[in-house]
């Protein structure tokens, strides 16, 4: 694959139902219909749903814009690649795969569920989509892609991260939890 300068939707998730990966490759497969035909998602995980997914992506017609990547040791090379990383989750515990695509400067869409919107507040570090705006996620991939419409979120992301994720303010909340 030859992925300089293409649009990359990139995601890192457990293949389970609850993450919902059959509605990230539909409005995956909306978006490069209707906005860019070139364009790639790169899902990196392993679980029971693989083969359902792939089968998804061959009905849909873009098993070929499709990278499956079973693990990574290197996650800054996966963020380096995307444009924009997609959680597509039913229920989320801490997703911390949200704070590394912060550090990593890129924007992010997720559902708006479980811890998610406590980490990204949408139009603000982000886009947080409630269950029944989840088909404007194509339209949200296209708008995404812009770098001017993505200056504002990552600048925000950074400053949740350095405000609410540092190592000493993680530490201290679990201290008070636990105490």
């Not at 139902?17 to 509605?23: T, W």
């Not at 790639?40 to 083969?51: A, D, H, N, S, T």
Request: a positive charge.
């Amino acid at each position: 694959f030859k992925l300089r300068g293409k649009k990359i939707i990139g995601t890192i998730s457990r293949l389970v139902p609850q993450k919902r990966i059959d509605l990230m490759i539909q409005a995956f497969s909306k978006y490069n219909l209707n906005y860019e035909k070139n364009s790639f998602l790169i899902i990196v995980g392993q679980g029971p749903q693989k083969e359902n997914l792939k089968e998804l992506s061959k009905k849909l017609g873009i098993n070929d814009q499709i990278i499956w990547i079973d693990y990574l040791d290197d996650i800054k090379s996966f963020f380096s690649l995307i444009n924009i990383f997609c959680l597509t989750s039913e229920h989320e515990g801490f997703g911390i795969v949200t704070l590394e695509a912060f550090y990593n400067k890129k924007p992010i869409i997720c559902t708006h569920a479980g811890s998610l919107p406590e980490i990204v507040k949408n139009n603000y570090n982000g886009i947080c989509l409630r269950k029944n705006k989840l088909h404007l996620l194509p339209k949200y991939f296209h708008y995404l892609m812009n770098k001017k419409n993505t200056k504002f979120l990552v600048k925000n992301a950074i400053i949740t991260l350095n405000k609410k994720f540092t190592n000493k303010q993680m530490f201290k909340q679990t201290d008070r939890i636990y105490r």
